[in-house]
């Protein structure tokens, strides 16, 4: 038995498919550029708001700081003046000084002992792309 015509990979309707297939490769280049420039801008936005509130919320811890410091301040001024009635001022002064002396003491040392803890290096995202790259090379191969 015998079939006339052309094989259907060949003539006009192959050139119409390449081109449709062309069409279609150029149109999800072009809708997956804009999806990661929507999704970026997103991120932006998003990201651009919560720095907002941190900056906000920094800004009140400064000024917390600042008024614990003023009240530390005071609250050793009416300690020295206190224990003035019991001694000399200038040894109550001193007293009060070295409270404060050992108080930076202790918390130099801990912040000193958390800082030596801290690792920079994030190890997560070190081992992830390293695990991408070997996806990407057995795929490639």
Do not use: Y
């Amino acid at each position: 038995m015998t079939v006339s015509g052309s094989p259907p990979d060949s003539g006009p309707n192959r050139l119409s498919m390449d081109e449709s297939i062309g069409a279609m490769v150029s149109q999800l280049t072009t809708d997956l550029g804009q999806l990661t420039r929507q999704e970026l801008e997103l991120a932006k936005a998003e990201f651009q708001a919560e720095a907002k509130k941190a900056g906000k919320g920094a800004g009140m811890l400064g000024g917390a700081a600042f008024a614990g410091w003023m009240a530390a301040l005071f609250v050793s001024l009416t300690v020295m003046w206190a224990l003035d009635k019991a001694m000399d001022l200038v040894w109550a002064a001193l007293i009060v000084a070295a409270v404060w002396a050992v108080v930076a003491a202790v918390l130099a040392m801990t912040g000193r002992k958390e800082l030596r803890e801290v690792n920079p290096k994030p190890d997560q995202t070190v081992e992830s792309l390293k695990e991408d790259a070997k996806w990407l090379k057995t795929r490639n191969s």
